[in-house]
């Protein structure tokens, strides 16, 4: 299973970016999708995640600001960030947990990272 994470980029404050992440591989499901960032020194940390039921959660850092959604059928997940802010720069990183078909098992992959940067 690959996560390929795209949509990054350089913009201005109060701009807006949207991620994609698209899996692909040997996947009979997809359980939950989330967005992580981390920023040099620092632990990565949660931005949101969505339930193959649509459920959302989000850090209380961009709770009105980003909206999470995903389309089950391409395995892709969407980050929509608006009203982005200087302290949103970080490499964004795209996480799901995925029931492998061949195997069955429940496993946790990682994409490669997309680089947010917001100027003041």
């Known amino acids: 299973v690959q996560l390929q994470a795209s949509g990054g980029g350089l913009v201005q404050a109060g701009g807006s970016l949207r991620l994609s992440c698209a899996a692909s591989?040997?996947?009979?499901?997809?359980?939950?999708m989330g967005w992580y960032r981390q920023t040099p020194g620092k632990q990565r940390e949660l931005v949101a995640i969505?339930?193959?039921?649509?459920?959302?959660n989000y850090a209380d850092a961009v709770k009105g600001r980003f909206t999470i959604s995903r389309d089950n059928a391409m395995h892709t997940m969407y980050l929509q960030m608006n009203s982005l802010k200087p302290e949103d720069t970080a490499v964004y990183y795209c996480?799901?947990?995925?029931?492998?078909?061949?195997?069955?098992?429940?496993?946790?992959?990682w994409g490669q990272g997309t680089q947010v940067t917001v100027s003041s």
């Open positions: 969505i339930t193959s039921g649509g459920n959302t």
């Open positions: 996480n799901a947990e995925v029931v492998v078909r061949t195997s069955r098992m429940e496993l946790g992959y």
């Open positions: 591989g040997s996947i009979a499901n997809i359980i939950r």
